[in-house]
Structure formats: structure tokens, C-alpha cells
């Protein structure tokens, strides 16, 4: 929960490193977030015609749109990629498998141009 905590505390923040923890905790506390907030539409009987979300999870998703970007972007910084590497989700089925890979990459040893080594801190 504190990984999640931290980059909420990074709210805008798309300059240094993340690490490869920091991200998919991110990530994890994220779903199970997410979940949850579909199933408490569901419970409440708020949900959208034809669609099984509602306000609560719409809101939640718009909240962390941007910390959820700014992750992603300091973890391609920690393997020395550009955040415009992102973009490269955009490419069907490929684009998305090599982002993921990209994502679950080791970060690179030492200091590169996006700044210091987080592990090292």
C-alpha cells in the first residue's frame, strides 16, 4: 500500500525513475481498486445502462488517470526509454506486448539521463 501512497504523493510528477516495485504495486492496488469500485456500482444499483460501471468507478479511473501515467512514464525512464514510448501501445497486439515487456524489464544500473538510480537510494 505504500508503493500506491508514494505515487499518489507523486501525483503529476513525469520527471526521475520508478521502480519496477513501485510500478506494479502501483499497478496491483489499482485493479483491486478498480474492482472494488465496479462492484460497489453494481451493489448500489448506480450502474450505466448497458454498461456494468457506474459514477464511482468512472470518477476513480478519471482520478488516477494521470498518476497512473506519470508511473508508467518514470518506469520507462528507469530502463532509459522516452514516456513517448508509450504511444507504442497504441500499435495492435504488438505495440501492447512490447510495452509490456518493456515494463517488466529490469531498470538500468547506475544514473542515465532521467536521473538516479532509484535502487540505489
Excluded at 77 to 96: E, T, V, Y
Aim: glycine share 10%; aromatic share 14%.
Amino acid at each position: 500500500m505504500e508503493w500506491y501512497l508514494a505515487v499518489l504523493k507523486n501525483y503529476a510528477n513525469f520527471n526521475g525513475r520508478a521502480r519496477r516495485k513501485e510500478y506494479w504495486m502501483f499497478t496491483l492496488f489499482n485493479v483491486i481498486f478498480c474492482v472494488a469500485a465496479a462492484v460497489l456500482d453494481n451493489i448500489l444499483g448506480i450502474t450505466m445502462q448497458g454498461i456494468p460501471y457506474g459514477p464511482i468507478y468512472g470518477l476513480y479511473v478519471l482520478a488516477l488517470l494521470i498518476p497512473g501515467l506519470a508511473v508508467a512514464v518514470r518506469r520507462l525512464h528507469d530502463i532509459g526509454k522516452s514516456g513517448w514510448i508509450l504511444f507504442i501501445a497504441l500499435i495492435p497486439l504488438i505495440g501492447s506486448i512490447w510495452l509490456l515487456i518493456l515494463l517488466v524489464k529490469d531498470g538500468q544500473l547506475g544514473d542515465n539521463k532521467y536521473g538516479n538510480n532509484p535502487k540505489e537510494a
